[in-house]
């Protein structure tokens, strides 16, 4: 079956534009989280939704970053006023949550993002 | 606040050798552990999952074990081979969970490097 999917899979923007990063979990996966990840680091916690609803936004850096996920499936991640050091690989994982073999989750490739 | 630490950063080492990555974390009070291959400019692959009630998990020459009162894990890779070059992570669990779910707190990896 079809994994986690993100576009676009590269991104090149100047400092000071909007953009849109999209999230497609796998289907009937509940539980959706974004992370980011520097050169040579993990991946850092942004937001996870359990549905509709951000269940911990705790990650998200300031105000000028946002996440939706309207009908419980596909989430979109907004960045407003990009700034350079925004500049990282976006990942998306969901999981079906719940119980311990489901637990797991499932990354997508990753959105690479480049402020110049 | 759960912190990873992954010791070490990059490890190289001739094809053949068994060899063994460490990850330990500061919060003992997990329900699982997860360990994740990443292939330079891709996401993450889950390689395995241990639940705190486990002592270890094996996945063909892959072996991870769990000491949850130590706060350590290893992955044991047994025969390595050119193609096991990768950067393994670690995460935990950590903060809110809500419904089942819930963030993963990473390691910073270990970039190991096998060489034919």
């Known amino acids: 079956g079809a994994g986690v999917s993100q576009t676009p899979s590269n991104k090149v923007t100047e400092k000071g534009k909007y953009v849109e990063l999209r999230c497609d979990p796998i289907s009937g996966h509940t539980a959706l989280y974004w992370y980011r990840q520097s050169l040579g680091q993990g991946p850092e916690f942004l937001i996870y939704f359990q549905g509709t609803g951000a269940a911990d936004d705790s990650g998200l850096p300031n105000d000028r970053f946002f996440a939706v996920r309207p009908e419980g499936s596909v989430s979109t991640l907004k960045i407003q006023r990009t700034e350079r050091g925004d500049s990282a690989v976006y990942l998306c994982?969901?999981?079906?949550?719940?119980?311990?073999?489901?637990?797991?989750?499932?990354f997508g490739p990753g959105t690479r993002l480049t402020v110049l | 606040k759960q912190e990873v630490t992954q010791i070490p950063a990059a490890l190289s080492v001739p094809e053949g050798e068994n060899l063994v990555l460490n990850c330990s974390f500061t919060?003992?009070?997990?329900?699982?552990l997860q360990w994740f291959r990443q292939d330079p400019g891709k996401g993450l692959t889950s390689l395995l999952l241990?639940?705190?009630?486990?002592r270890e998990q094996t996945s063909g020459r892959l072996n991870a074990s769990l000491d949850k009162s130590s706060g350590r894990s290893t992955l044991y890779i047994a025969a390595s081979q050119p193609g096991d070059s990768a950067t393994y992570l670690c995460?935990?669990?950590?903060?809110?969970?809500?419904?089942?779910?819930?963030?993963?707190?990473f390691g910073q990896g270990t970039r190991l490097t096998i060489n034919p």
């Open positions: 994982a969901s999981s079906l949550a719940g119980t311990s073999a489901k637990d797991t989750q499932y």
């Open positions: 995460a935990v669990p950590g903060g809110k969970s809500y419904q089942g779910a819930q963030k993963l707190v």
């Open positions: 241990i639940q705190s009630s486990q």
């Open positions: 919060d003992s009070a997990i329900y699982n």
